[in-house]
């Protein structure tokens, strides 16, 4: 359901990226946000990907059904509290910084 897809939504970064999930028109949807560019600091990022849109499998994981995130596995392990810590899209892990309305808190 949205209200199950919903408590995915928020920002999960990486030190050259970020992945922004978000609710839209019913559905889970991602989108890649480049901080900085590869190998240095000094290459500019590269253009983002189009967005991926995801749908609850099983309890704790996504399934990608469209765009480059299509066909793959996203698990989430949580935060004792019960909130999403990060993602595992092997081999990449992605840390949960938060919600706008949790103040993007860790």
Not at 27 to 49: E, H, I, T, Y
Not at 67 to 72: A, Q, T
Not at 99 to 106: A, C, F, H, K, V
Request: hydrophobic share 30%.
């Amino acid at each position: 359901t949205e209200e199950e897809l919903s408590q995915y939504a928020g920002v999960y970064t990486r030190p050259f990226a970020d992945v922004e999930l978000g609710m839209l028109n019913g559905q889970l949807v991602g989108q890649v946000v480049f901080k900085r560019g590869f190998p240095s600091r000094d290459v500019p990022p590269p253009p983002p990907p189009a967005p991926s849109s995801f749908v609850l499998c099983e309890k704790d994981r996504l399934l990608g059904t469209a765009g480059p995130g299509k066909g793959g596995p996203v698990d989430v392990i949580r935060k004792k509290d019960g909130r999403p810590w990060m993602t595992c899209r092997h081999p990449r892990l992605w840390y949960h910084r938060g919600t706008p309305s949790d103040g993007g808190s860790r």
